[in-house]
């Protein structure tokens, strides 16, 4: 049980370029979620999904896109990337609420440098 | 609009001793509140989930309680240990929505 994953660890993107941050959860969770953390700061909600083929916006999804075709995938879309973008990228999952709760798992995160 | 706010930012502490970690938010309407702890480089462990209806949860040497009506927080480590050295984020969820804000986090470090 791997639990939720991300891919790459580390990446170095030029301004301008684009990529796809991966995340694979593996705990049938139907909730999922994308944070930035910026250095000495909590973490801000980009998107989430509650299922398949429904996402929504969160606090800062300006420059953001995402999809969610399956369960158990949520990649994340930076589109022309700025130094503003420059963070670490969490993804997280949890259950639906009820009496499992909805205590949120984490990946290890994504460190994006945009040069 | 919901702020979260951890108080200290930093706090150095011997081994052996007993400590509350302080959150305090400005919306008291909320879904629940949750405890996490990040080590350096790596992402977040949840430690404690509350939800709104209750006042405290424990687990092991933690002890977490919520007053939703004064919009705080406390996580309590009894017996600190040095492994307990990490940063420790408070995250309230809002009610009739997803959205967790995050408090900024209090590093802690307990020293041998």
């Known amino acids: 049980n791997a639990g939720v994953t991300q891919t790459p660890k580390f990446r170095i993107l030029k301004i301008g370029q684009s990529m796809t941050l991966q995340c694979t959860q593996d705990?049938?969770?139907?909730?999922m979620y994308w944070y930035r953390q910026d250095p000495g700061m909590g973490l801000k909600l980009i998107y989430y999904s509650v299922g398949a083929g429904i996402t929504d916006k969160g606090e800062v999804p300006n420059g953001y896109n995402v999809s969610r075709s399956t369960t158990e995938d949520f990649p994340l879309r930076l589109e022309l990337a700025a130094p503003s973008q420059t963070s670490v990228y969490f993804c997280?999952?949890?259950?639906?609420?009820?009496?499992?709760?909805?205590?949120?798992?984490f990946g290890p995160g994504t460190r994006l440098t945009v040069l | 609009k919901q702020e979260v706010t951890q108080i200290p930012a930093a706090l150095s502490v011997p081994e052996g001793e007993n400590l509350v970690l302080n959150c305090s938010f400005t919306?008291?309407?909320?879904?629940?509140l949750q405890w996490f702890r990040q080590d350096p480089g790596k992402g977040l462990t949840s430690l404690l989930l509350?939800?709104?209806?209750?006042r405290e949860q424990t687990s092991g040497r933690l002890n977490a309680s919520l007053d939703k009506s004064s919009g705080r927080s406390t996580l309590y480590i009894a017996a600190s240990q040095p492994g307990d050295s990490a940063t420790y984020l408070c995250?309230?969820?809002?009610?009739?929505?997803?959205?967790?804000?995050f408090g900024a986090g209090t590093r802690l470090f307990v020293k041998a």
């Open positions: 997280a999952s949890s259950y639906a609420s009820g009496t499992r709760g909805d205590t949120q798992y």
């Open positions: 509350i939800q709104s209806s209750q």
């Open positions: 919306d008291s309407a909320i879904y629940n």
């Open positions: 995250a309230v969820r809002q009610a009739g929505g997803f959205k967790t804000i």
């Open positions: 705990m049938n969770h139907n909730y």
